[in-house]
Every structure is written in C-alpha cells, then in structure tokens.
C-alpha cells in the first residue's frame, strides 16, 4: 500500500487567488503532499474561493456540497476552504458545511503548514482567519503552473471601496512588496526558464502609495523592464484614476513591456461612475485613451463594465454602450452586477432586476465580439512578437506582445520562445500566423 499523501486545489477567481494556490501548493510540497489532478484520489482537497459575485459563491458551495459525498466514503479525507470566501464567511462555513475540517483566510496564506500539523494531530476543526494582514506576508515555498508565464504579486489589497466591491473587505488595505524582493524574484524566475512575469495587485498604479520606501509603479515597472533575464512583462490589474503620463512613456520606452492595457471602465455615465465611486470621468477617461494612443498606435486597449448597478436606466446604460463604441476597446468583460453584502450599493435604491441585466449583458457581449474581430482584423499582414505556450495538434498556441491569440504551424521545441510571426487570417478567437524564421 502507498503512503503517499495527495492533495488537490480547486481555485476559483482572479489571477491573485491563482497564484496563492501556488503558494499553498507549494507549502504542502514541502510536508510531503504531493499534487493529484483526481479529486477522488486526494487525502487532502483544499477549495480556493472568490467572492466577488453572487454567482461565484453559489458554483463554491455547489463544489462545498459535492466534497460531502466525497468524504463520506473517505472519512480520512482532509477538506479546507481558503480565499475570500473563507476571510468574509469564516465560522459560518463550518454551520453551514459541517465536513469542512479547515479555514484559512486571506491574510493566514503561509500559515498552512502548521495548520495542517495541528489538524493532524487533533483532528479538531481549525480557523486561521486574521482580520488584519501583517505588513508584508512571509516567504513560503511556491510550485507554479506552467513554465512560460509566472504571476508575481507587486501589492496585496485595495484602498478604493468602489461601492460594488467586496474586495477591499477580504483583501484588506493595500501593502506593496518591497522593489528588491519583487526584481530578486522576477530575476530568479527567469534563470529558472520563465519567459514572461506577470506583475499582479488590485491595483497596481497604487503601487508604492502605502510607503516612501519603493517609488512608484512606473519607477518599479523600469526596475522589472531591466532584468535580463526575463523577454516579456505585464501586469494587472489597473485603475483609471491612477494610471499616469510617466507609467505610459515607461512603457512606450520599454521594448518587454507590452502595449496592453487593460483598464476597467466600468461604466460609461457619468452618473453611475460617481456612484460607483471610481473618482473619473467620462471626459477624463477618454483623455487618458488619447494620451496611450497617441505614445503606442497599437496598443491594445480591454475593460470591464458592470451593467445593472443600482439607478442604471436605459439612458445610462445607452450612455454606456456609446461612450465603449466610441473608445473603440479590443474587448470587454462584461459582468451583471451582483449585490454584496456590506457594500455600500448593497443599499442603494432602484436595484435593477435580472432580466434587465441579462439584456444588458447580451447586447455588450455581441458588441464585444464585434470589437475584438475589429482589432483583429486590424493586424492581417502584420509582423508581431509572439511566445508559443502550447502545442495543440500541430500548432503552437499563445500570445502576441498585444496579447492577441495566436495560432500558428511550427515546431513543438519553438515553445518558450520569442518568435516573430505575420498574421495571415483570423478563425476567431485565433489569429493564424505565419512564423518568420
Ligand atoms: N458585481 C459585478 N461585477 C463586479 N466586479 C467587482 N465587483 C462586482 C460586483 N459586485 C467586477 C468589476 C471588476 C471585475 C474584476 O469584477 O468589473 O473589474
Ligand atoms: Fe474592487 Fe475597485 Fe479595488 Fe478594483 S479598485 S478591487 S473594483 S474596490
């Protein structure tokens, strides 16, 4: 019989959870635990959770409702909650799902290998759920997926209660990691073979704001952009308000930082932005696009939009659907609001109902694709830089520098290379490239 402990990690929401369960993996590595994609082969299941809409909650404590079963026929079974879910529900989740054996909250990430020694030897229910984040999180071992492209967190939390939002509840205040540890890393990972890093944080032009200690983001962008080591950089996610005039010439100036922005909108009235509290304009966001395309043409430019805020009616959401066109994106995330408790538009008046929203988001769903086939459309016969991160039969898959989809017939050993292509036609959502050798 095999002694070997196997874990797994379901992980639902953003790129920031993505990555925690690298660091979770990674911890359980290091106690010996070694990773299973097969559930029904785990001794440990540990669910990531995001909170950021309803609909996510509901799909997590679907997954919460199947481990019961699991467990009931491996009653050794080991199950933990982590992530948002965990830090905003904490004890409740134990009410409402008495299987679950751990809860792990948002700022408790590395305390999980002592967690787990406790559970093991008391088998009694344990709760790590901090309501404070320390300044800077401990080091802890980390075990990323793939070997291309590697997340690097820059910040943890947000300071902006935009008034929809429940992150600044379950990822506390805004901490930046220091510039030296960030470029250390960035360095590391490529001698490990990474190509492109992915910078990450709520709100990464908010970089540096918690302290005089690092700069900012454009002088911590400058940093990353000269480490040999590494070939391409991105980051996510930002805001309007605090993107600047000396983050885009970082960026026109850089030849590994890619001509990609993406900017959540939000909205498109003026009205619902103020009581969204975004802190920007309409007029000022159209400037802000101005100034990026003026430094970089080609920039791609995505958003997120939230239809049905509480007071959205028909003008504003007209309002909203002209002001994308007129920006002209090369996509959008289209997201129905969904209500959070303890948030402040949680108690706004003029809800909107749900058919409202699915009508809403139908229509700037089918307008998003128009756009994005726009700005594909845009590179046919036009030479770009790509990086193959997978091969599907026969042809290699990734990104270009403006993170276009990118198709093309090639050899498995390009994978992990920077390759320039031309773009010959577009079979949505690929471009088919031709590789120039
Ligand atoms: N309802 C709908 N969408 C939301 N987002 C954040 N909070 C909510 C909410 N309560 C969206 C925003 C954000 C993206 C990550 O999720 O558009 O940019
Ligand atoms: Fe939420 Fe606004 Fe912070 Fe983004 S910037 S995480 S939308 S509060």
Request: proline share 3%; hydrophobic share 35%.
């Amino acid at each position: 019989m095999s002694h070997t402990k196997y874990f797994t990690i379901v992980t639902y929401g953003c790129q920031m959870n993505q990555h925690d369960s690298e660091r979770l993996a990674g911890q359980l590595k290091s106690i010996g635990y070694e990773y299973t994609e097969a559930l029904s082969e785990a001794n440990f299941v540990l669910v990531n959770t995001c909170c950021v809409r309803e609909s996510a909650e509901k799909k997590i404590y679907g997954k919460i409702g199947e481990l019961k079963t699991l467990k009931a026929s491996n009653p050794n079974l080991i199950i933990g909650i982590t992530g948002c879910m965990a830090q905003k529900d904490r004890e409740k989740l134990f009410e409402k799902a008495p299987h679950i054996d751990l809860v792990l909250g948002t700022h408790n990430v590395h305390q999980l290998v002592d967690l787990v020694k406790e559970f093991e030897q008391t088998k009694d229910r344990v709760l790590s759920v901090w309501d404070e984040a320390e300044r800077l999180a401990p080091d802890v071992p980390t075990i990323r997926k793939g070997n291309i492209s590697a997340w690097v967190p820059i910040m943890y939390g947000c300071n902006n209660f935009c008034t929809y939002c429940i992150v600044p509840y379950v990822r506390g205040r805004e901490r930046s990691r220091p510039v030296a540890d960030i470029v250390k890393e960035v360095h590391q990972l490529g001698l490990e073979g990474f190509k492109e890093i992915i910078l990450l944080g709520q709100n990464v032009n908010s970089y540096g704001k918690d302290t005089d200690e690092f700069g900012d983001f454009a002088d911590l962008l400058a940093a990353v952009d000269k480490v040999e080591t590494i070939e391409r950089i991105r980051y996510m996610t930002s805001h309007p308000r605090d993107m600047n005039d000396k983050v885009i010439t970082v960026i026109k100036n850089s030849k590994k930082i890619c001509e990609y922005f993406h900017l959540p909108v939000q909205s498109g009235s003026n009205t619902i932005l103020k009581l969204m509290n975004r802190g920007y304009t309409t007029e000022y966001y159209r400037e802000l696009v101005a100034k990026i395309r003026t430094a970089m043409p080609h920039a791609s430019l995505t958003t997120d939009i939230i239809v049905g805020f509480p007071g959205e009616d028909d003008k504003h959401f007209e309002e909203a659907y002209d002001f994308i066109k007129e920006i002209n994106f090369a996509g959008l995330h289209v997201f129905p609001y969904s209500k959070r408790e303890g948030t402040k538009a949680a108690t706004m008046p003029n809800q909107v109902d749900e058919s409202t929203k699915k009508k809403r988001v139908h229509k700037l769903m089918s307008l998003s694709q128009e756009l994005e086939l726009d700005y594909m459309n845009k590179f046919v016969n036009k030479d770009l830089d790509f990086i193959a991160e997978t091969y599907e039969n026969g042809y290699l898959v990734g990104h270009s520098s403006n993170y276009l989809k990118i198709k093309a017939k090639g050899k498995e050993e390009y994978i992990g290379k920077m390759l320039n292509i031309t773009i010959k036609n577009i079979e949505y959502p690929y471009c088919i490239s031709k590789i120039n050798l």
